[in-house]
């Protein structure tokens, strides 16, 4: 599964980042949005603390991971030296992986099954720690993908918070490869509505100035601004 898209921008390095920023806040003035109503996570999977430096020297604050073992390895060195960082779990989780997650990330955008909730709920009770939670929606109902279906979400997430007392802050969703994104944006933002959830994590660097313009929160780019992998 790939949760982030191949976009058109040379990354890798602080320019790229520059055009990512433009881009969003030219989404931001096209949808009459506030710039800062958008949260950029750059997703630095795979890349090294080489490649991340100068991404963090450029201002950037939010970076996303998909692997709790690969964050644990290489941030905690990097935010003893830069304070301030916010990482984001972008990437399924295991259950078994829910106490270093809750220890490290501040927050996970892959709630998507009552295991997790179980795990997660018993670690935010036992550090005091309350990471960011955002449920995950599978729109395209692809077997291959994790997620909750949409006709089950509104139950899972009223099961979030009556069964395991989860405070879910908003929906993820990563549309099909293969198919138009808008349709996928347009119904996580209609589930969230109904749900009273304001956070939408959706977007990547092929196609988040779309998804800025039907609402998304948190956009996760990561080719844009660090190259290929």
Known sequence: MTDENDGPVPGHSPNALAAV??????????ARRDRASVTLIAVSK????DAIVPVIDAGQRVF???RVQE???????LTSVYPGIALHLIGPLQSNKAKEAVALFDAIHSVDRPSICQALAK???SQNRHPQLFV?????????KAGIAPGEADAFLASCRDTYGLTISGLMCIPPVDEPPAAHFALTAKIAARNGLTNL???MSADFA???MLGATHVRVGSAIFGHR
């Open 201 to 203: 994590s959706m977007g």
């Open 210 to 212: 779309n998804a800025i």
């Open 71 to 77: 964050a644990k390895g290489k941030w905690p060195a």
């Open 136 to 144: 995950q929606i599978n729109t395209g109902e692809e077997p291959q």
């Open 123 to 125: 670690e935010i009770e």
């Open 46 to 49: 795979t890349f090294d603390a």
């Open 21 to 30: 920023e433009a881009e969003i806040a030219r989404a931001c003035r096209d």
């Open 64 to 66: 996303g991971e998909n």
